[in-house]
């Protein structure tokens, strides 16, 4: 079976005009990636996207997921039209993922699985799903139970959950994560920590034991793996070049996967 290829974050350095976003994509695809995951496209214009669109093309990337801009919160109706819109984009920028993030809500010591979230979440797995796009929500804090909850209530074949193996190292661990992802798993974000802060550091330089951490057998057909590496972190000096390319060098040498120019 064909290892799976590999997918990198494009993040613009503080600025999100379509020559930003280009740069973005040049510096991934010199790094060896094949695929990308889209970063702060809500904020462009439809003429924008389309040239976001030529430009992945022109340089040899292949799209695959956007990452939601929103931190959804249930009492803020508002946050749910934007990502409602947030699937136009994902669909026109040719991606088969939406990720979405619950950051603040799934921490609130009251929460509770509630119409809500059932509802709202259900209604946009139906458009993400008449738009060929699937909704993948990632683990964010140490309440996965309540993620897991929540995403087996919603009947949606094109719902599950992106394993982000950076906030499992800050409030659980990855063999943990898994286990309690389970089958629904569909998606990636590979970056490391030492357990403090979210400092998006490449995998193989911290003290996951990666080998024996084996790929789940789910992502090996759910589309490339892929590393978060550019989040901009505030706690340590930074340079985003080298970090893309150490990352795709450490884990092309502890899962065996080959970068697009070997």
Known sequence: QPAPRLNCFELPKHRFGVEAHRVALVR?????????????VSHCAADEVE?????TCDIGLLPW?????????????????????????AHALGCRVLVLNFR????????TQ????????????????????????????????????????????????VLDTGH?????????ILAALGERLIYTHLHVNFGKVDEHLPPGIDLIDWPSTAMPAALQDAGPLMLELTGLPSNRLYDQ????????????????????NQ
């Open 28 to 40: 991934v695809q010199a790094s060896g990636y094949h695929y990308v995951e889209y970063s702060h």
């Open 51 to 55: 040239a976001i669109v030529a430009a």
């Open 65 to 89: 997921s956007m990452q939601s801009v929103v931190q959804l919160n249930h009492a803020k109706r508002q946050e749910w039209l934007q990502v409602k819109e947030e699937v136009a984009w």
């Open 104 to 111: 603040h809500t799934m921490a609130e010591a009251g929460w």
């Open 114 to 161: 509630d119409t809500a979230y059932h509802s709202d979440l259900t209604e946009l797995c139906k458009i993400a799903s008449d738009q060929g796009v699937f909704i993948g929500v990632e683990n964010t804090s140490s309440r996965t139970d309540r993620l897991v909850s929540l995403v087996d209530a919603v009947p949606a074949e094109n719902l599950g959950f």
């Open 168 to 176: 499992a190292d800050l409030h659980s661990s990855v063999t943990g």
């Open 241 to 260: 070049e080298t970090e893309l390319k150490q990352g795709i060098l450490n884990i092309s040498i502890l899962w065996r996967i080959k970068p697009r």
